[in-house]
């Protein structure tokens, strides 16, 4: 079982979004413990303050850094120093919109660890001390600023819990998904009609198979699973060409597939194309 703490001053938050979908039957089945602290509980005043104005002047309110540091020894984590020499597989994440941009790389990482803690930074900061002599590392979802660690939080959870042996009712479904170059997943690998290689991912359709006069592309119910398998292709190179080129640069790419991106490039389909 992984164990994830998260340490937030808006414990409340958490409600909803570990409540629903897979990360609440991962719970259920036993495959992650999710623990939500309130770092008010670990503050010693009787307004419970959890921030101040920052050293030097400037706008709005920083945590301060002993709730955080009080909260974390509370929990029993091995030292900082056994944690960045990989002596434990656990971390410590400070969220931070200066932190290193989250991805699927690091969420199959994360998911490899016995216990992680997430830090909601919240105002305007975290007391830098944090970053420096208590967080392993600080990540961010993206770039652009959030009022709190909150919604990152969930977020990692979410794509880290997916990941697990045994969340997902289909084991293939994590191999095959966008964002999957490089990334070792501990599932079995997805079959040949639907390996995603890096790309983003193909379009799909269900029932009816007409509706409103929008046809199914008729490849995906003929049963040849080879064409099936080289028409998901194109389409998913399509899409990251138009979409996100840059994901080209690390995906497993044929000899074919180059072919047929540069004739994307160039506005061309070729006409063996399915």
Known sequence: MMRTDILTIFPGFFRGPLEHGITRR???AGLIEIKVHDLRE???DK???????PFGGG??????P???????RS????SREDRIAGRAKQSVILLSAQGQRFNQATAAEIAGLERVVLICGRYEGVDERVADFLADREISIGDYVLSGGEIAAAVIVEAV????PGALGNAASAQQESFTAGVEVATVGANSTCGSGGLLDYPHYTRPAEFRGMTVPEILISGNHEEIRRWRRQRALEKTVRNRPDLLIDAALSEEDRGFVERIKIGLRPTNSV
Do not use: N, S
Request: net charge negative; proline share 3%.
């Open 161 to 164: 819990t997916r990941l697990l």
């Open 42 to 44: 670990f503050t010693h």
């Open 59 to 64: 706008e709005g309110m920083v945590l301060k």
């Open 66 to 72: 002993e709730p955080l540091f009080e909260c974390l």
């Open 75 to 78: 929990l029993d984590i091995v």
């Open 47 to 53: 307004h419970h303050t959890v921030d101040d104005r």
């Open 26 to 28: 991962a719970c259920e």
